[in-house]
């Protein structure tokens, strides 16, 4: 029996070290799935930030459907690329070639301002040329004033992480990423209240929630009215005491849940609680609110109100307005942090 015990001894031990290396091998490869989807929900709560499309907004991404600028404007900055070497027909091409700059992939744009000549009579021998800038601070762009007697037309380009606002009220923070490539002048209006580090009698006054009329994506039900309630917040951009131009009409895209707009041409805007395919494009789009921040919204659409009629049309006025100041924001690039400053 002495004997047999030893024959089978060296068959025990194998099997008991295959084991550990089978139990050993198991925790390595646990921990570094661990790792990997760990590093990854941080990523992607991250880049959930940032990502103004989530929307709906798809042909908005950090304005990647258009490329508008302001005419008779010269932003000043440093060059990258000098327009004496670098010249285009269009001014969308210019546009385009500093958008390629900016590809949001990792750290700041290299360009985010450029500068087209595209006026024959004027610009003689400088016709075409396109200067591709950098900012300091592309939420205080340099620029000269603008006037007939400036023959360039200027644009800003907005990365990944960058031209998003803040409107501070007392349930939180709506982080706005702003379209300066779709409505340009609304957007050149929204930094000139950024600059002046307070927004007097900006607030919000009218709030309406999605009823029954939609669901809580947006989405429209099928074969219920289109209000009200109008699914909606809606304010106003103005500073008490300041004269106010208005906006001209710019970028009319469907409205979806999350789009900020003017209400005609400003300063009443509004922020969507829904999606209003039956609005038919009729309203300036300015921006979008982060969609980690509608539930901000969704409170302010829930607060108490009485109903008045405008025009014919029954709507749900605030009891008590809920005020806002403006506040700039900067997303590091690494930890893609949102800091207030």
């Keep these: 029996m002495a004997r047999k015990q030893k024959e089978y001894e060296p068959s025990r031990w194998a099997s008991l070290i295959l084991l550990l290396i089978g139990l050993v091998s198991c925790s390595v490869v646990y921990m570094f799935m661990s790792t990997v989807l760990r590093s990854t929900s941080v990523k992607n709560e991250s880049l959930s930030l940032v990502n103004s499309s989530e929307n709906g907004e798809s042909d908005v991404k950090n304005g990647g459907g258009c490329c508008r600028g302001i005419e008779n404007l010269e932003m000043w900055g440093d060059a990258v690329k000098w327009g004496t070497d670098f010249k285009f027909n269009s001014s969308e091409e ?11 992939i990792d750290g700041p744009c290299l360009c985010d301002t450029w500068v087209f000549c595209g006026n024959k009579q004027a610009c003689r021998e400088k016709f075409g040329e396109c ?13 000269n ?3 007939d007697k400036f023959m360039w037309t200027s644009g800003l380009v ?5 031209g998003i606002v803040g409107l501070q009220t007392e349930y939180g923070t709506l982080h706005i990423k702003l ?3 779709c409505s340009p002048q609304s957007v050149a209006y929204i930094l000139e209240l950024l600059a002046l580090r307070h927004c007097a009698g900006c607030h919000f006054f009218r709030a309406e929630s999605r009823g029954q009329s939609w669901d809580t994506i947006g989405n429209h039900v099928k074969d219920a009215s289109f209000g009200p309630p109008f699914a909606l917040i809606q304010g106003i951009l103005g500073v008490e ?8 009409s710019e970028y009319h895209p ?12 400003g300063p009443e805007f509004f922020i969507s609680l829904a999606n209003h395919q039956e609005w038919r494009k009729s309203h300036t789009v300015f921006g979008s609110v982060l969609p980690e921040d509608m539930v901000i919204a969704e409170k302010i659409a829930q607060l108490p109100t009485k109903s008045d009629v405008w025009k014919s049309i029954n709507v749900s006025v605030l009891e008590k307005p809920v005020p806002f100041r403006m506040q ?11 800091g207030a400053y």
Aim: charged share 25%; net charge positive; hydrophobic share 35%.
């Design 94 to 104: 210019c546009c385009k070639a500093c958008k390629a700059m900016c590809t949001g």
């Design 131 to 143: 200067w591709l800038k950098k900012q300091k601070d592309t939420l205080a762009p340099i620029s």
């Design 145 to 147: 004033e603008a006037g």
């Design 158 to 162: 907005f990365g990944r992480g960058e």
């Design 179 to 181: 379209f300066p490539e």
């Design 241 to 248: 005491g300041m004269a106010f131009n208005k906006i001209p």
């Design 254 to 265: 469907t409205i979806r849940k999350g789009s900020v707009a003017w209400v005609d041409s």
């Design 328 to 338: 700039r924001f900067q997303i590091s690039h690494g930890g893609l942090n949102v």
